[in-house]
């Protein structure tokens, strides 16, 4: 965690806090204050680390707390894959299709993008390409 994601964290949570600890979000408050300063200081993180970590609550929900998408692993170009909540399934393969004709002297391997999409012929041989096997 770096000094910019740990203070801006740091604050999301400080909004929060009456509604995740109720009567004793002042008393945590000013811990995440305190090594809010300290770190500004010092430049350090350990200290709001540990202040962010300190009740069970707060440290759920800062564990649990989805990330912005600043901080999802996406390629450069901004285009990725980010699974949506809940129930969790395992991705699966796309079907791929090759050109069966032995003869053909450029067959193609094509692999369907959605299903549904129609099948494209060989350009080696023009026949019809087949599931692979």
Known sequence: MDDRMSAELAKEVLELL???????????????????????????TEELRRALHADLRVRSWVEAR??????????????????????HMLATSATTFVCKNPA????????????????PRCSGCTRPLGREA
């Open 104 to 119: 053909c002297s450029s067959p193609d391997t094509w692999t369907r993008g959605f299903m549904g999409e129609p099948v």
């Open 66 to 87: 989805p990330c912005p998408p600043d901080e999802r692993n996406t390629p450069q170009n901004g285009t990725g894959y980010q699974a949506l909540g809940g129930r």
């Open 18 to 44: 009456p509604r995740l600890v109720g009567a004793d979000a002042p008393r945590i408050a000013e811990d995440i204050h305190r090594a809010l300063a300290t770190s500004a200081r010092t430049g350090g």
